[in-house]
């Protein structure tokens, strides 16, 4: 099949997101230099042919479904970037707002779907539970008919726009959808609904950027066929845009994008005009304006938008962002002035910086009247009503201590019977403000956030702790989530405000919990590895139970940052299960060469704690060390805009999954981006003498996606892979890593999983059969070593989402899925466990009544069940002996009284079934 030629940006250092984006692509490319654009569909069509997940699949006992563990409420990690007001949510690309009800509104997530509040926000209600995939980007009412609704499918704000399935309508005002169109495979980058005829206005962008497929602008009567218009033609069309009605009574619409750069050429904005007789024009800017000069070559920062107004007939607006300039026409395109104005934020180049990938240009008016407002999205958003002379900066994302709203601002909608107020969509959620056009300003330039109840937060990584709802995750741009479970006492506040809370900032990745104590973790952000020993108890809180500390406050000397030269978008690890070390993985992603492999040792005291190396010519400025995986390693080798193939002898890649055996500390396991796997014996060995044997030997080279090392076997292995539609083999297994007096071969045990890249396994520790597996269609199941899988997304309750972690907890008896789009769900691996057992106080002075305890199982109970309590010094602690879980509930309370007698020490034990915890307390006079 056809391979195209991937693009990508030249030079300097990648955005966050955009170095995530590249590791994405690369790891469903290689050895290719594109996926297969055509798996994605396919893999959802072979997920939703496989059997369901059953007990049969997953063995018996095993009756319970997915339960959603948020994040919900997520608090702002600091306020620069990220605002001071909880709470965050995943990307918002798309708002539409009802036309009769200003507070009934849909959204467009990046990864998690679509989204409806019938209260401005209070509250939400997931509305694509049984789509295919989740990627949306637009989203828009028919004008008058809020029954009607479109959604373009697809993430064309974040270049995944090979999962477009066209638009979605809905005839019941998004509670029920069809999907009956001929734009599959491209994003829908927008839509807009002319309000006379309801036809319906849309444009797709291709299906990623930096693999070079365009666009159409199409037109359709209702939504259900679509038709190419053939003046615009083919290119990368990122916005369209209908105008006020004429005094004959028509509408003009307007489409913007770009075509693309070639050998000879680069690329070149392209405006097109449809009249109000329905013949498209060209309407570009002329050499005259800046615009006919724009250099497209860096695709990045080629954002373009359009806004016609809604009320003045012939006047459009456009964006271009490479030439971070706004410009107006009054006469249908004919000639355009520029209205950018010399004011902050329009003259800051900061906030342009992302053009490509965080922008829009939205117009409403003023009611009553016929004056224009515009609303630009860029890094942080301004608004402009144009009877002034200057732009203002509603959200100050930038401004350290200052910033209103999170950053990287994807769309905006204004309320048809209230003109005034506007819904608008950014990295961290969807927000709101309004217009005062008696003094041309913003309520107190001041948002309200609503993502309290919306999940759509992106996983790139996760963990879990020692008990029930303790979690810790990298997400994309919206730090690094953690939660500490329904009971808080780290944090001393409510669990219904606490529960989840946030640490790092920006962009997280690679996270890790000892496994012995939750408080203990780590956390990878901006190529730095972070600490903390108490669960970042002296993080700043305001008064509403925000973070408002700016980095250098957070990341103090409690939280010391050990730069590893590595990203977040390729960043890897593994905690040892001894709790004591840490194997971290990073790339000098200053030169693309070479790539590392750091131990961490000595947990405990900071003072001795260390990372070592093993080869003595490689130093760090701090005096830290590290180790190498054999010689230096290319990411990839640059030739203008291309991936060039690794040729052989230059191909190992970075280092993409890292596995400590948790039966043998001393083995470690690697995998590399170029499809290479390693093992050493001698992991805690002296610096000098770490080894490394390569066992890749009948290995398909596909990206090493994560590997799993069997509970009581150190030399049994799985791995999956990366890659798309011709590879069959995602899952293979080594039985015996030393076998034949060397690597033994690998078996693969694929069989019918879908074509898609496979990024992450989980086993169940005392079921050596049974395997979980996460991939870009959702999780499978295998109850039989690979012989057969089942389908446990859909039919188990996860929803269809990219899931791109997986981690098997056997201390909370769970399996937790860290997604790209719906935040983290958990599922029941073994039966209901004892997973949480406490008292308010272990060290007790004096005499005290009503000293409270807690239980928690893993799961919620089918029947009232009695736990029996119990004491070694009942003179002492006077124990109930018993207390009942409700039948629906995980968890039950119970309260003893302290009679001092001296210091005494006791067991005070909890028994359900065969499961036992015991905490040991200390009464003093």
């Given amino acids: 099949m056809e391979r195209r030629v991937s693009l990508i940006r030249a030079g300097g250092r990648e955005p966050e997101f955009q170095d995530a984006y590249h590791a994405w692509l690369w790891q469903r490319s290689y050895p290719y230099d594109a996926p297969d654009w055509g798996a994605f569909s396919l893999a959802a069509e072979v997920r939703d042919a496989m059997a369901p997940a059953s007990n049969l699949s997953r063995g018996e006992g095993f009756d319970a479904n997915w339960t959603e563990q948020g994040p919900f409420n997520l608090d702002t990690p600091a306020r620069i970037w990220h605002g001071p007001k909880r709470a965050l949510t995943g990307r918002i690309n798309g708002i539409a707002v009802n036309p009769f009800d200003k507070q009934t509104l849909i959204a467009a997530t990046a990864g998690g779907g679509v989204w409806k509040s019938t209260d401005a926000g209070a509250d939400w209600s997931f509305k694509s539970a049984d789509w295919p995939a989740l990627q949306t980007t637009s989203v828009a009412y028919h004008p008058k008919d809020p029954n009607k609704v479109y959604v373009g499918t697809g993430d064309s704000r974040g270049f995944f726009r090979l999962y477009g399935r066209g638009v979605y309508r809905s005839a019941d005002g998004g509670e029920t959808w069809a999907r009956n169109n001929n734009l599959d495979g491209s994003a829908v980058s927008e839509i807009a609904v002319d309000p006379d005829n309801g036809k319906v206005l849309a444009s797709t962008s291709g299906r990623a950027d930096f693999v070079w497929q365009l666009g159409q602008v199409y037109l359709s009567d209702d939504g259900a066929t679509f038709n190419a218009q053939a003046g615009p033609g083919a290119a990368v069309w990122q916005g369209v845009s209908i105008g006020a009605k004429d005094r004959a009574g028509k509408r003009d619409y307007y489409a913007i994008g770009y075509s693309l750069p070639t050998a000879a050429a680069d690329g070149a904005v392209r405006v097109w005009r449809r009249n109000g007789a329905g013949v498209w024009s060209d309407i570009t800017p002329g050499a005259a304006t800046p615009l006919a000069a724009i250099t497209l070559a860096n695709a990045f920062n080629a954002g373009v938008d359009i806004a016609a107004s809604p009320v003045k007939p012939g006047v459009v607006y456009l964006v271009s962002g490479i030439d971070q300039v706004v410009w107006r026409s009054v006469n249908y395109g004919a000639t355009w002035d520029n209205i950018t104005t010399a004011n902050a934020p329009m003259n800051d180049a900061y906030n342009w910086s992302q053009s490509g990938y965080n922008f829009f240009l939205t117009c409403t008016y003023i009611p009553g009247g016929n004056e224009d407002v515009l609303y630009l999205g860029q890094i942080t958003i301004a608004g402009r009503s144009m009877s002034t ?537």
């Fill in 389 to 925: 002379a200057n732009w203002r900066d509603l959200g100050r994302t930038y401004a350290p201590n200052a910033a209103l709203t999170h950053n990287d601002h994807q769309a905006l909608a204004y309320a048809p019977s209230d003109p005034n107020l506007v819904y608008f969509g950014n990295d961290g959620g969807i927000y709101r403000t309004s217009f005062v056009p008696t003094t041309r300003t913003w309520t107190n330039v001041v948002v309200t956030t609503m993502n309290a109840k919306l999940n759509a937060i992106q996983f790139y990584h996760g963990a879990s702790g020692t008990e029930a709802g303790q979690f810790l995750g990298g997400t994309q741009d919206n730090a690094t989530p953690r939660s500490y479970g329904p009971v808080s006492p780290i944090d001393g506040q409510a669990a219904s405000t606490l529960r989840w809370n946030n640490a790092g900032s920006g962009d997280g990745s690679f996270v890790a919990i000892n496994p012995n104590n939750a408080l203990d973790a780590f956390l990878c952000i901006g190529g730095g590895l972070r600490r903390t020993t108490d669960g970042w108890k002296d993080l700043a809180i305001d008064a509403d139970g925000n973070l408002i500390a700016d980095s250098a406050t957070q990341y103090g000397v409690r939280f010391p940052n050990y730069n590893l030269d590595g990203y977040s978008g390729r960043s890897r690890g593994a905690m040892d299960f001894d709790g004591k070390t840490v194997f971290y993985a990073s790339f000098n992603e200053s030169n693309f060469t070479t790539a590392h492999l750091f131990r961490y040792t000595g947990l405990g005291a900071e003072a001795g704690s260390r990372f070592d190396r093993a080869d003595s010519t490689v130093a760090m400025n701090d005096g830290r060390k590290r180790f190498r995986l054999g010689p230096d390693a290319r990411l990839y080798a640059r030739s203008g805009f291309l991936f060039d193939r690794l040729g052989a002898g230059s191909d190992r890649g970075w280092i993409s999954a890292v596995a400590v055996a948790p039966g043998d500390r001393n083995t470690v396991y690697v995998g590399t981006s170029t499809g290479r796997v390693f093992m050493t014996k001698n992991a805690r060995a002296a610096t000098t003498a770490v080894t490394f044997t390569e066992i890749t030997r009948n290995l398909s080279r596909r990206f090493v996606s994560d590997i799993a090392v069997d509970f009581n076997d150190p030399n049994r292995v799985w791995l999956v892979l990366g890659g798309t539609g011709d590879t069959k083999d995602y899952v293979w297994e080594n039985a015996d890593t030393r076998a034949l007096n060397g690597p033994g071969n690998w078996a693969d045990i694929d069989n019918g999983l879908p074509p898609i890249s496979h990024n992450t396994i989980a086993l169940v520790p005392d079921r050596v059969t049974l395997l979980y597996v996460g991939n870009d269609a959702g999780v499978f199941v295998s109850g039989d070593n690979g012989a057969t899988w089942a389908n446990a997304t859909a039919p188990l309750g996860l929803p269809n989402v990219q899931v791109n972690k997986l981690v098997s907890n056997f201390a909370t008896g769970e399996l937790t899925a860290f997604t790209f789009g719906r935040g983290a769900w958990s599922l029941p691996i073994a039966g209901n466990r004892l997973v949480g057992f406490g008292l308010q106080d272990l060290q007790i002075v004096g005499p005290r009544a009503n000293v409270e305890g807690r239980i928690v199982l893993s799961r919620p109970v089918d029947a009232d069940t009695d736990v029996n309590l119990s004491t070694d010094e009942p003179a002492v602690f006077q124990v109930p002996m018993k207390t009942t879980i409700k039948k629906g509930e995980n968890a039950a309370t119970f309260t003893i009284n302290v009679v001092p007698n001296g210091t005494t020490s006791a067991f005070i034990g909890a028994e359900v079934g065969t499961d036992q915890w015991f905490v040991i307390v200390t009464s003093r006079p």
